[in-house]
Structures are given as structure tokens and as C-alpha cells.
């Protein structure tokens, strides 16, 4: 059985920063691309970043580029979301995701993605 469990998530003023945790089970965590979405009220769901397989290729979405980080720690089947400068329009459920194929590289789209974690809120305040 497939789990993805986030923690990290809280309430932060803008300009601070928070990095959030994915433990994933039930796979062969060192053969999968990974991601990060996320859904603000109102909002749909959209893509934030992601890590391919190897941990060799990142993308980030526009709005995020060069403040968040993403990686991984295959010995811990670990990925993170280093998020920094946060803004308050980064207010939202956090996910990240795994695809059901292995050996991906970065894959930008909720449709690549198989499984998802139960999401951890982030709150920016101004």
C-alpha cells in the first residue's frame, strides 16, 4: 500500500521560510520522479515543483522560481520543499505526489501523478 504523509506546514510571516517533508511507503522510493502541488481556496490545484528520479532535473513553476527548493533523501524515501521569502499568495494545502511509473523525469501535470499525500496547510500573513 502506497503512503505519502507531508509535515512541515504552519503559519509564517511573509519574508520567512518553512520547508516541508514527504515520507513516502509502499514503493521503491529511489525509482520515482517526485512532486509538490498545491490548492489555495477557490483555487485549482496546481503544480509547484518537482524532481526527477535521479534527483539530476528540477522544475519549478514561474511564481516560485528561485525561492523554493526541492529535493530528496532516498535514504530516508524523503522529499522536501525548502520554501523561502514566502509571500502571502503562497497560502495554500501542500501535496506531493507520485507517479505510478518509475524512471520519470520531471513531470509538471496532476494527471502524471498516480498517488497523493493528505496535504499540510500553509498560511503566510502580511
Known amino acids: 500500500q502506497v503512503q505519502l504523509v507531508e509535515s512541515g506546514g504552519g503559519l509564517v510571516q511573509a519574508g520567512g521560510s518553512l520547508r516541508l517533508s514527504c515520507v513516502v511507503s509502499?514503493?521503491?522510493?529511489?525509482?520515482?520522479?517526485m512532486g509538490w502541488f498545491r490548492q489555495a481556496p477557490g483555487k485549482e490545484r496546481e503544480f509547484v515543483a518537482a524532481?526527477?528520479?535521479?534527483?539530476?532535473?528540477?522544475d519549478y513553476a514561474d511564481s516560485v522560481k528561485g525561492r523554493f527548493t526541492i529535493s530528496r533523501d532516498n535514504a530516508k524515501n524523503t522529499v522536501y520543499l525548502q520554501m523561502n521569502s514566502l509571500k502571502p499568495e503562497d497560502t495554500a494545502v501542500y501535496y506531493c505526489?507520485?507517479?505510478?511509473?518509475?524512471?520519470?523525469?520531471?513531470?509538471?501535470?496532476?494527471?502524471?501523478?498516480?498517488?497523493w499525500g493528505q496535504g499540510t496547510q500553509v498560511t503566510v500573513s502580511s
Open positions: 524532481i526527477s528520479w535521479s534527483g539530476g532535473n528540477t
Open positions: 505526489a507520485l507517479p505510478a511509473r518509475a524512471y520519470t523525469n520531471v513531470l509538471v501535470n496532476n494527471g502524471d501523478y498516480d498517488y
Open positions: 509502499g514503493r521503491t522510493f529511489r525509482v520515482y520522479g
